[in-house]
């Protein structure tokens, strides 16, 4: 197990805390014994701008699956009451049931779009949205009578 203090880093600088959050929980992540198997999922890139997880989760129905983004982190989690399994006798149990929950950390300006549970499978839908002030801008190049008004206006 590695581990690394960013300690020194931390004393110079101000507001990185997700910063220190995401490295450590990257380098938790990297850890065997920690990475969660289940269930399932796929991380798409649609576009330029949307992406789509899709999670595995037969056996699940809307009731049992919930979605929340909080402080940068969409977490997925599922929960089965066993009461409809009172009773039955199985010869095998390959479909999982466990409760889980998964966390995916999302980069600044990814929003949650929406979410579709079709034959299985659990569909959310994110979308990046960069706020116009922070979107790339031309700067016009005032040519040498743009400068003569500059120095016009210095002058008076």
Known sequence: MRTVDFTPVF?????FDRM?????????????ANV??????????LSEDDYRITMAVAGFGEGDLDITVENGQLVISGRIEKSEDEGRGYLHRGIAT??????????????????????????????REVPEAMK?????????SGAKAI???KAA
């Not at 969660?36 to 890139?45: A, S």
């Not at 889980?100 to 549970?117: P, S, Y």
């Open 36 to 45: 969660p198997t289940f269930p399932p999922y796929n991380i798409e890139k």
């Open 151 to 153: 120095e016009d206006k």
């Open 136 to 144: 790339p801008r031309k700067i016009e190049i005032a040519g040498t």
């Open 98 to 127: 466990r409760n889980f929950e998964r966390r995916f950390d999302l980069a600044d300006h990814i929003r949650v779009k929406d979410a579709a549970l079709e034959n299985g499978l659990l569909h959310v839908s994110l979308v």
């Open 11 to 15: 004393r110079s600088t101000v507001g």
């Open 20 to 32: 220190a959050r995401l490295l450590d929980h990257a380098m938790r992540a990297t850890d065997a």
